[in-house]
Each structure stands twice: as C-alpha cells, then as structure tokens.
Nanobody, 126 residues
C-alpha cells in the first residue's frame, strides 16, 4: 500500500516562506509513470488543487498561485515538495499531497488521485 506523509507546515507571518514535503513509501509505487499533486483546504471551503507534476517533470499550477508556489520532486528520495513564497493569511489551510500511478490525464480532479496524505497545517498571521 502506498503511503504519503506530508511535513513542513507551521505557523508563520505574512511574507515568509515555507517548503512542504511529501514522502512516498510502500509497495506498488512506480517512479516510471505517475502524477502527483498538492491540494489545500481552508476552513469552510472546498479542497482545491494547487500544483501537479508528472513523472516526466511536467508541471501545472492553479492560476491564483502561479509565481509564488513551486512544485518539485526528488525522485531518488521519493519526495515531493511545494515551495511557498510570500505567504499570505489567505494561504492558511491544511495542505495535502496526492498521487496516482499514471500520468495519463494528470490534472486537478480530486477523484483522479488514488492516494492521499493526512495533511500538514499552514497558518499565516498578518
């Protein structure tokens, strides 16, 4: 069973940066063909997709986070990252990573992803 474990969240002030990590482990996970993404859910709001990356390194971002969020991966360590710069109070949310063992039709549809982490909380104060 594939497991995703996020880390790196915390409480910061507006303007600061954070780098979230998502470690992948477990049997059945292939590094040859996959889609991984970052989502977030703020209190009282629906979960939204932020960025996604394929095994080939192709990335896509939600328009509202372009320029501040950077998704990357370390294949050797089976780890996904999300660099968030110039944090704003409205970035406060639980951040989740998700994965699917194919890159076909990789996007932001939650139903597309097979595996989810438990989330890491990001809180940004003014």
């Amino acid at each position: 069973q594939v497991q995703l474990v996020e880390s790196g969240g915390g409480s910061v002030q507006a303007g600061e940066s954070l780098k979230l990590s998502c470690a992948t482990s477990g049997g059945g996970w292939s590094t040859n063909d996959y889609c991984m993404g970052w989502f977030r859910q703020a209190p009282g709001k629906e979960r939204e997709g932020l960025a996604r990356i394929t095994s080939s390194g192709r990335t896509t971002y939600r328009d509202s986070v372009k320029g501040r969020f950077t998704i990357s991966q370390d294949n050797a360590k089976n780890t996904l990252f999300l660099q968030i710069d110039s944090l704003k109070p409205e970035d406060t949310a639980m951040y989740y990573c998700a994965a699917r063992s194919t890159s076909w039709n990789c996007g932001f549809d939650e139903l597309y992803f097979q595996y989810w982490g438990q989330g890491t909380q990001v809180t940004v104060s003014p």
